[in-house]
């Protein structure tokens, strides 16, 4: 299963509710989507940056899976998925990229 790192952002230009009180409903629905994808391990971890418009998350499953997510927030927030090869396999296939270069440099 992959993991992802997504820093997510808010898009300033989408049509915010001008109300306070839409404004946390439309807040509530974000966080209700949240906890849910925390409660089925979907995402391991959210955060929000100090200046209150950007954070990140860490989430895992299938790439098609966390398009059909992200777009759940459209057009209110934008995000920049990256997708985590864990240290220990990127150790691995550097080592033998690496040793497949010098082994054609002889």
């Known amino acids: ?13 989408a049509p915010w509710p001008t109300k306070a009180s839409e404004g946390l409903e439309l807040n509530e629905m974000m966080w209700t989507a949240i906890d849910s994808f925390i409660k089925e391990g979907l995402v391991e971890d959210f955060g929000t940056f100090p200046e209150g418009t950007s954070g990140y998350a860490i989430g895992k499953g299938e790439a098609t899976d966390l398009f059909r997510r992200l777009n759940m927030f459209l057009p209110y927030m934008v995000a920049e998925v990256h997708e985590i090869i864990p240290y220990e396999k990127s150790k691995e296939i550097l080592r033998e990229v690496l040793t497949q270069i010098a082994a054609l440099q002889k």
Do not use: H, V
């Not at 299963?1 to 230009?13: D, G, V």
């Open 1 to 13: 299963m992959a993991r992802f790192l997504i820093l997510w952002r808010m898009n300033l230009a």
